[in-house]
């Protein structure tokens, strides 16, 4: 949440940053703001609302200066209003900052009995006071920030400008992603290599507690022991046309359409089509001990994880445990030594998931990473590293990224299969078959989006709507309610088809959608009689089946969504399409925001 970058050029830098926040507008857009430092002037812009505000203002009120900080807020301390806005002023120190400040009552009621005024509700605005306080007792720059960054707890990215030094940005990072960039006569500084994509692709990421200076000389990094350290630089292979729209009406339908083509590349990292075999990136990674895995996730990483639990079962009979992140470490989880802890994030970065990781090492798992950002915390502090491959993902449902975790974990569902010897060689060869299948029939299953949008209008009328499925539908069932929640903000909850009858039921009637996932195979038949005790009291029902499938069960429905038939192993990945576009068109039929949902952002990353 929240986004950041800063730039020391040769030119005007206001525009860029502009540009620098339309990257980075995902991950907030509750507010945003621009400030610039030239020849001891500071001028800035802030608006409240989405970016266009802002943009309107630096239209009617240009901003001219060669050093700038820009911000995207997701509000989390104060509400989304102007005085609340990033960039915050306070004497001599402009600041951004992602995150949040978890002992700021306490040092801003001290700040305040020392006669300091507040302008915002923020806890950003103390760090600013904190900061100009040090400088007012006559510290350079330098060594406010480096003063003030131990006096804060929680988790922030943070990036300073200063009225009388115009050739100088400070960040700091402590539990959320900062990243340096090395231009020809300028730096950057961003939330994420995308922000800085066309700027450079030439970066460095800090390290937990990392502390940089910039100027346009280059970039000193400090650890938290203020020591001056180096951090690799690498080549980020980001462009600006890979947050292009094309010629999709949005984002998500642009990676809902993507699909295919995303799935077929993270399966080639992890397949080995002609020999039959399933390979990871670390080969040599040692299942054979390992007698029980945890699962932890967030959302719709949860729900990638909970089918990924039906197939460790099924394949390598191993037990496993399943837990939301931001529950994990206060049930005070038993973890068996030398178990094995798998970490799902599209990000990398979200906060609940990172504090999960590392409570679980310091309880001696072995970690493994399923994440889309393959330089992210998670990424960096795996002992086996599982990269999805689905690009950028701007639309705040995730959608692709969700269908490349199921591809990595089905693989690693095979991979640990065969080491435990629970896989004989033919079974290999076929699980790697039916893989290699499942672009092809997404493709198929995307097909059929015109009658999926004819179909919308009929849901946005709803109120409320239940998902239904069996097996690994059922976490489907779970990320098909999700989706229509989060972008069309209609009430929808998903169950496993059998509990229906055990509460659920009672909600029935003509008015209550229910959308039944139920491809053709060996749980059909159960997941049918509980949707023929949907329709015997009135339930209107979708059907969200095969051609076998509708033939049998379609009769009596309001509504059928044909997939193509597919091996039970990759349904979860062909029926995902279908849920996803269904919520997508409702949303679009309602007029809502679909790629920036109210209330939501990209990348959590406070607890």
Request: with cysteine; hydrophobic share 45%; glycine share 8%.
């Amino acid at each position: 949440m929240c986004g950041i970058i800063g730039i020391i050029g040769r030119e005007d830098v206001a525009d860029r940053l502009l540009a620098g926040l339309r990257r980075l507008e995902y991950r907030g857009y509750d507010s945003a703001g621009v400030a610039v430092v030239e020849n001891g002037v500071l001028a800035r812009r802030r608006a409240e609302g989405k970016l266009d505000n802002l943009a309107r203002k630096l239209a009617a009120e240009p901003l001219d200066g060669t050093v700038g900080i820009a911000h995207t807020r997701w509000a989390t301390h104060g509400a989304p209003t102007e005085d609340n806005a990033h960039p915050h002023v306070v004497g001599e120190v402009t600041l951004v900052h992602n995150g949040i400040i978890e002992n700021f009552k306490p040092l801003r009621d001290a700040l305040i009995a020392e006669g300091r005024t507040f302008a915002s509700q923020t806890d950003t605005e103390v760090v600013a006071h904190l900061v100009d306080r040090e400088l007012q007792r006559g510290l350079s720059p330098v060594d406010a920030v480096k003063k003030v960054l131990p006096q804060l707890h929680g988790a922030f990215a943070l990036a300073f400008l200063f009225r009388s030094h115009p050739d100088l940005l400070i960040g700091a990072r402590l539990g959320a992603p900062l990243v340096v960039g090395y231009g020809e006569g300028e730096t950057y500084l961003g939330s994420d290599a995308l922000a800085l994509a066309p700027l450079t692709q030439k970066i460095a990421y800090l390290d937990e507690g990392d502390w940089a200076v910039l100027t346009r000389d280059g970039v000193t990094i400090h650890d938290r022991d203020n020591q001056v350290v180096d951090r690799p630089t690498t080549i980020s292979g980001l462009t600006g046309a890979m947050i292009d729209k094309g010629n999709h009406r949005h984002f998500m339908q642009k990676e809902i359409f993507e699909q295919p083509v995303v799935v077929a590349q993270t399966l080639g990292s992890y397949l080995r089509p002609l020999a039959g075999e399933v390979s990871l990136p670390i080969p040599e990674f040692d299942f054979t001990q390992i007698r029980r895995v945890t699962i932890v996730a967030c959302g719709t990483s949860f729900y990638a994880g909970m089918v990924a639990k039906y197939w460790f079962e099924q394949f390598a009979r191993v037990p496993v445990d399943l837990d939301v992140a931001s529950e994990f470490r206060y049930r005070e989880p038993v973890l068996e030594d030398g178990g094995l802890a798998l970490f799902i994030s599209q990000s990398g970065e979200t906060a609940d998931t990172l504090a999960a990781l590392r409570h679980a090492r310091a309880a001696g798992q072995k970690i493994a990473v399923v994440v889309n950002v393959p330089t992210s915390s998670m990424a960096r502090e795996a002992d086996l590293l599982l990269p999805t491959h689905a690009g950028p993902e701007i639309g705040v449902a995730s959608t692709k990224a969700f269908t490349c975790q199921l591809a990595v974990l089905a693989a690693l569902a095979a991979n640990f299969a065969r080491a435990k010897g629970r896989l004989s060689r033919e079974e290999e060869q076929e699980i790697v078959r039916h893989l290699a299948e499942a672009p092809a029939a997404m493709n198929a299953a995307i097909a059929h989006d015109d009658e999926i949008e004819a179909l919308a209008p009929l849901i946005a009328k709803a109120r409320d709507v239940l998902y239904l499925g069996r097996g690994p539908d059922y976490p489907m069932a779970l990320e098909g309610a999700l989706k229509l929640k989060e972008i069309s903000y209609i009430h929808a909850e998903g169950y496993a088809a059998g509990e229906m009858k055990h509460g659920p039921i009672a909600l029935i009637d003509e008015h209550v959608p229910v959308i039944v996932i139920a491809p053709s195979g060996p749980l059909f038949d159960k997941t049918v009689s509980n949707m023929q005790e949907v329709q015997a009291r009135g339930g209107k029902v979708v059907l969200i089946s095969d051609a076998e499938g509708i033939a049998a069960a379609g009769e009596g429905t309001i509504a059928t969504i044909e997939m193509p038939r597919v091996h039970p192993l990759i349904a979860p990945l062909v029926y995902a399409v279908p849920v996803q576009l269904l919520a997508y068109h409702v949303a679009v039929a309602k007029g809502t925001d679909v790629d920036q949902p109210r209330n939501l952002a990209k990348s959590v990353t406070v607890e």
